[in-house]
């Protein structure tokens, strides 16, 4: 290695291997790919426990933030408040669809609310006779074969190569999907801007300005996931740079904030003229001004 490269952490690759975890470093870096990637694991512990912590793991090293209640929620908490929190702030859902899997009433609210609040879902089909679950019938699968298993302490574990072959779907799913909803919260900022007469341009970052008709400029960073106070600051960045802006907006999705959240996110916006607006409510900001 030159030894100017020294002082640097790096990820490793190889023509064999494969340079898939240094493209995904150069595209989050760029701005292009997610520097902060969510995925929220559904299973049911009795057949699929040992799958999921597989997969937890493995994610992890991957850059990915696996979302696993067993490991995710503390004691003394509200199970179904915050696994409904964690859904809307991990932007992909990954179903291992076991042989019982349907016979849970927790993994059959977090695929019907990931359904109905359009969260992107990658569902791994077991081996054998697996029931699916109401609304995801007609949805692809990856579907696993019995040598995807291995034996493992009296039960089975995924292989290697079925473990990756989970992953890869995963890493494509998740930029798929970010990039459906950040387009989608564009195109609606704008098709509302527009239509109460305010002209529009694009930034980079996803983010757009908005000027209104007398000459007010409006900032708007439309965001995938739950609001976090990174975003606040990096929009609060943006709007330093662009000057004299009447407010700044996070546009989101998210209908359920945590008490804790909206406390965090409410004191980190005091003295701050920004507003966090859902895609119900866009309307609202240029009636106000």
Do not use: C
Request: charged share 25%.
């Amino acid at each position: 290695m030159p030894p100017i490269l020294g002082p640097y952490n790096g990820v490793e690759g190889s023509p064999a291997g494969g340079f898939k975890a240094a493209a995904g470093v150069i595209l989050s870096e760029l701005g292009i790919a997610e520097k902060t990637r969510k995925v929220f694991i559904s299973h049911r512990r009795s057949d699929g426990l040992q799958a999921a912590e597989q997969l937890h793991d493995q994610l992890g090293h991957v850059g990915f933030a696996a979302f696993l209640d067993r490991f995710d929620i503390g004691p003394g908490r509200d199970v179904q408040s915050e696994v409904i929190s964690a859904i809307e702030d991990y932007p992909l859902l990954v179903l291992l669809e076991t042989p019982e899997a349907h016979l849970s009433s927790w993994v059959g609210t977090e695929v019907a609310y990931a359904f109905a609040h359009r969260i992107a879902m990658v569902i791994v089909r077991w081996p054998g006779k697996v029931t699916e679950l109401p609304t995801t019938e007609r949805m692809p699968r990856l579907r696993l074969r019995p040598g995807d298993f291995q034996p493992f302490h009296r039960r089975r574990r995924l292989t290697r190569a079925a473990v990756g072959s989970i992953i890869v779907e995963v890493e494509t799913s998740f930029a798929s999907a970010m990039v459906r909803r950040r387009k989608a919260l564009v195109s609606s900022a704008i098709a509302s801007a527009k239509a109460a007469g305010y002209a529009t341009q694009a930034l980079p970052e996803w983010q757009l300005t908005a000027k209104s008709p007398r000459g007010e400029l409006h900032l708007l960073r439309p965001t995938p996931a739950t609001p976090t106070v990174q975003d606040i600051y990096e929009l609060d960045v943006s709007a330093a740079q662009i000057g004299t802006v009447a407010n700044s907006h996070l546009v989101h999705e998210t209908e359920n904030f945590t008490v804790e959240r909206q406390q965090i996110l409410d004191w980190a916006r005091q003295r701050r003229r920004l507003e966090l607006n859902t895609l119900t409510s866009l309307d609202s900001i240029w009636r106000d001004y």
